[in-house]
Each structure stands twice: as C-alpha cells, then as structure tokens.
C-alpha cells in the first residue's frame, strides 16, 4: 500500500483545468520541498512533468504546474489536450527508515 | 545523450534467478543515485533498490534478501540480480536515475529505460 494518497482518477474536457492530488504526512510530502510528479502513457516509461514541488523540467510543458499546501501536494494541467491523457504518479522524499511508499497509487487521466 | 537501456527480462520459473542489465549513456552512473522501480501488470510503479553515489545500497521489504543491486563502472551499468523469484516479481523493471535516502538527500527520478518485462510463472 502506497504512503502516498492520490484519487483513482480524474477527468476533463478538452481546454478545462484539472488537478490531482497526493496527499501525504509531515514525514514526507508536508516535511520536504521534494515533490516530484511522472506523466506515464500505456506502455512507455514514466516521464519527470515536476520535481522540488514545482519546477519544470526543460522541455515540459507550462501547462503543467505543481504545488503544495501542507501534507498535500498538487499537479494541475491547464488547458488539457488529448495527448495528456495518462497515468500520473506521485513521488516524495520520505524520512522513513525503510523509503518504502516512495510513490503514490497513480490516478488515471481522462480527456472527455 | 542521456540514454538508459535495459536488458536480461524473461519467463522465469518460481525460485529461478535472473539478473537484469541497464546500460548507461551520456553520464556516469557511479556519480548518481541509480534505482530499479517496478510496474506489475495493470498496477502503479513501486520501488525496488537504490545505489547510492557513495556505492551504498538499499532495498523494499518486499525483495530485501532476494535481489542485489551492483554497478559496473567501467561499463557504465547497472544491474539487479533476482534470487528466489516468486510470482509476485512478475513486472516491468525500469532502471532509473535518482532516488532518496532518509539522512537528507533526494533526486528525482529524471530518466528511466525502456523497461524490461519479467514473468515468473511454471
């Protein structure tokens, strides 16, 4: 079982706004600035989208946007595409003994 | 070009042994976190082991005592050898750089391989 929470799936309309959510403890996500978020299409291997919370990597979109209040932190995609439909994943630094529950569930985007 | 490419996937028998290789390009492996992070048919990416800079190592509950995770420097690989494999090992393995340790230091995962499937079943 993951450490980190995220709902099972979202959905939006082409153009719309949504976010998903991870949310975790003080001894992860609400303790460290080390959030990061992975976009991951069927049969292909997942892809940084965000890391420290809100940073970008080079090459990602800006529609893409990361955040965090507390122990939850939070992806949001900005005039959706088609293409953005995927599996997105959660990932926080933990200070548990044993870095399990490094990642959460994931949670299904849909573009209706 | 940072490329990560895996190899060493198969069917395997319950309690058979597998090692798995990812090679490295356009940086060197022994100078990052590198971990192996795995995807069950149909579920979400778990984690499996890290090597850390320094050639520590570290390991889920769920394989501690079965697999080894190592690296060769001077061909730039890593690797993960499988011992006493079950059928719940069955998942895709990506090999990826980055990874955490609980005194302070994390690293996102910012490249992953291809992955490579193994399937333990009779």
């Known amino acids: 079982q993951s450490a980190l929470t995220q709902p099972a799936s979202v959905s939006g309309s082409p153009g719309q706004s949504i976010t998903i959510s991870c949310t975790g403890t003080s001894s992860d996500v609400g303790g460290y600035n080390y959030v990061s978020w992975y976009q991951q299409h069927p049969g292909k291997a997942p892809k940084l989208m965000i890391y420290d919370v809100s940073n970008r990597p080079s090459g990602v979109s800006n529609r893409f946007s990361g955040s965090k209040s507390g122990n939850t932190a939070s992806l949001t995609i900005s005039g959706l595409q088609a293409e953005d439909e995927a599996d997105y994943y959660c990932s926080s630094y933990t200070s548990s003994s044993t870095l399990e529950g490094v990642f959460g569930g994931g949670t299904k985007l849909t573009v209706l | 070009e940072v490329q990560l490419v895996e190899s060493g996937g198969g069917l395997i028998q319950p309690g058979g042994s597998l090692r798995l290789s990812c090679a490295a390009s356009g940086f060197t492996v022994s100078s990052n976190y590198m971990s192996w992070v795995r995807q069950a048919p149909g579920k979400g990416l778990e984690w499996v082991s890290v090597i850390y800079s320094g050639g520590s190592t570290y390991y889920a509950d769920s394989v501690k005592g079965r697999f080894t995770i190592s690296r060769d420097n001077s061909k730039n690989t890593l690797y993960l050898q499988m011992n006493s494999l079950r059928a719940e090992d069955t998942a895709v393995y990506y090999c990826?750089?980055?990874?955490?340790?609980?005194?302070?230091?994390?690293?996102?995962?910012?490249?992953w391989g291809q992955g490579t499937l193994v399937t333990v079943s009779s």
């Open positions: 990826a750089r980055g990874g955490s340790s609980n005194s302070g230091s994390y690293f996102p995962f910012d490249y």
